[in-house]
Every structure is written in structure tokens, then in C-alpha cells.
């Protein structure tokens, strides 16, 4: 049987780079890989993903989770990159892929900017034989941030970003932003 490994956290907490580094590890195996973004991260180069540190790999970009399947064939391992972006549809396609045999590594955000489990990231950490959650440094306390703080006015659930739109922020510090926002 495959696995599920599930990465996440807040943004700049080192998802991708963790993802990065369990790829390039198979780079001294006879395991052949995939590695996959969502099409609505144009943050970086297509068919790259690049870490904050510019840490870098190949990547496919795909619209739609289903498009996993038809790339994974003659594949050991599968590793998804920005997950929360895709749809409920992602859930099903790493239980298949799985259960055929494939490891499948995701990253992705597990809550959004108002603090609320994000996307399918909910359902993918209860389906996962391994969960790692990485932080970030609260950029107001200096302590463990799980929180990703929208600087911003816009309330769209999606909103892509960097360090100009987002920070870090431990409980303590999002909280109190959080108050200071809806005043």
C-alpha cells in the first residue's frame, strides 16, 4: 500500500521547502516522481515551485486535481504543492492514488486568513498517515506563528500574496489583530 504525508502550516512557515527536501531526497533512489501545482499560483515561474528561500523544482501545473491521475502512471511518488487550492476533489484523488501504492506527498495552507480550516487541507490531514505542522516566527511576538494575517481589506477567501499582503502571527498576535481589524 502507498502513503499520505501531509505537510502544513501557516504561510512562511517552510511548507514547500519541506516538500523540496523530501523530493530531492529521492533523487538517490530508483523512485521516479511527479511533483504538481494548482494553474492559480502564478506567484512563480510556471511549471516551477520555488520556496521562500529560492529553493526550486520542477512542477506541473494543473487546473484540476483529476489531472493528477493521467501523469501518474509508471510513478512511485506524487507531491502536491499549494493544495488548498484545489477542490474537494483533491481528497479522492490521493486516496486512489494511494491505495494503488503511491506515496503522495501534499503542502499546502491549513487555515485561511480569518483562522477557518482551509479548502480540502481538513480532510486530507484525517485521511494522512503522517502529518508534520511547521511554523513560522510571529512577526509581533517572536514565538511559534500558526496564523497567516491578511493585511488587507480584501475578503475574498482566495487572495495570493507575499510578506507585502501576509505575516505570520502567533494566536496571541492574530487575535488581537483580528479585534483591531473589525473595529
Do not use: W
Not at 35 to 56: G, Q
Not at 97 to 125: Q, S, T, V
Not at 133 to 143: D, L, R, S
Amino acid at each position: 500500500m502507498g502513503s499520505i504525508e501531509v505537510i502544513c502550516g501557516s504561510m512562511f512557515s517552510g511548507k514547500t521547502e519541506e516538500l523540496i527536501r523530501r523530493i530531492q531526497e529521492l533523487n538517490n533512489t530508483n523512485l521516479n516522481y511527479k511533483v504538481f501545482k494548482p494553474e492559480i499560483d502564478k506567484r512563480n515561474e510556471e511549471n516551477k515551485i520555488l520556496s521562500h528561500s529560492k529553493k526550486s523544482i520542477d512542477a506541473i501545473n494543473i487546473k484540476n486535481a483529476d489531472e493528477i491521475i493521467n501523469h501518474s502512471i509508471h510513478c512511485d511518488v506524487i507531491a502536491i504543492d499549494e493544495a488548498q487550492f484545489f477542490s474537494e476533489d483533491i481528497i479522492e484523488v490521493c486516496n486512489t492514488l494511494a491505495n494503488k501504492g503511491l506515496r503522495i506527498i501534499i503542502a499546502g495552507l491549513d487555515m485561511d486568513y480569518l483562522g477557518k480550516p482551509f479548502g480540502p487541507m481538513p480532510k486530507l490531514m484525517a485521511i494522512a498517515e503522517d502529518v508534520i505542522k511547521v511554523h513560522a516566527i510571529c512577526t509581533e511576538t517572536g514565538k511559534p506563528a500558526n496564523y497567516s494575517f491578511r493585511k488587507s481589506n480584501n475578503d475574498d477567501t482566495v487572495m495570493l500574496g507575499e510578506k507585502n499582503e501576509y505575516e505570520p502571527l502567533s494566536r496571541e498576535a492574530f487575535v488581537s489583530k483580528m479585534k483591531k481589524k473589525k473595529n
